[in-house]
T-cell receptor, first 113, second 109 residues
Framework: EAGVTQSPTHLIKTRGQQATLRCSPI?????VYWYQQALGLGLQFLLW???????NRGNFPPRFSGRQFPNYSSELNVNALELEDSALYLC????????????FGPGTRLTVL | QKEVEQNSGPLSVPEGAIASLNCTYS??????FFWYRQYSGKSPELIMF????GDKEDGRFTAQLNKASQYVSLLIRDSQPSDSATYLC?????????FGAGTRLTVKP
């Protein structure tokens, strides 16, 4: 069974640009979660999508947004990039919404220059 | 504010010793708890989950949950250098899952 996949693996952008990160959950999983992990720091919850709807959002500005498609894949968009947005962005999926085990993808390393 | 707290470490133990990792949580409504291991530059991988009070054992790993004290722990017996990683504790309910900042464990040969 294929795990959670993310693309691209690495992304380099400059300040002010927009970044789009993509995630495909494990087959059958309907919940997708996005996390930011800056170097040396813990996981910071960004967004949670389930059945196409945004269920919860972390303490991030509105320039962080996303969506979930009918096939349950998801996209994270970061507008007006700032240097401090440089981080590993992790996507996770779960079978049951909320309290179920989350399985993580390999992450996208975003570097903002 | 729902919080999951862990000592950041680093925690250093000799090879073969027992490593004890601790986690507390603030939300009494949390129903499920997880321990993840994260190697440097990699994504977290699930070690164990626990839903009920008491101990749950899986190989060298034992998770302990005490809902009255809002406390979760992970014991690693016969620690190996390959166990050196950051260990993340997470707790959640139907609406939310919160991760701790992680404890960095180093097992010295």
């Amino acid at each position: 069974e294929a795990g959670v996949t993310q693309s691209p693996t690495h992304l380099i952008k400059t300040r002010g640009q927009q970044a789009t990160l993509r995630c495909s959950p494990i087959s059958g999983h309907t919940s997708v979660y996005w996390y930011q992990q800056a170097l040396g720091l813990g996981l910071q919850f960004l967004l949670w999508y389930d059945e196409g709807e945004e269920r919860n959002r972390g303490n991030f500005p509105p320039r962080f947004s996303g969506r979930q498609f009918p096939n349950y894949s998801s996209e994270l968009n970061v507008n007006a990039l700032e240097l401090e947005d440089s981080a590993l962005y992790l996507c996770a999926s779960s079978l049951v919404a909320g309290r179920d085990t989350q399985y993580f993808g390999p992450g996208t390393r975003l570097t903002v220059l | 504010q729902k919080e999951v707290e862990q000592n950041s470490g680093p925690l250093s133990v000799p090879e073969g010793a027992i490593a004890s990792l601790n986690c507390t949580y603030s939300d009494r409504g949390s129903q499920s708890f997880f321990w993840y291991r994260q190697y440097s530059g990699k994504s977290p991988e699930l070690i164990m989950f626990i839903y009920s009070n008491g101990d749950k054992e899986d190989g060298r790993f034992t998770a302990q949950l005490n809902k009255a004290s809002q406390y979760v722990s992970l014991l690693i017996r016969d620690s190996q250098p390959s166990d050196s990683a950051t260990y993340l504790c997470a707790g959640g309910d139907n609406n939310d899952m919160r991760f701790g900042a992680g404890t960095r464990l180093t097992v010295k040969p």
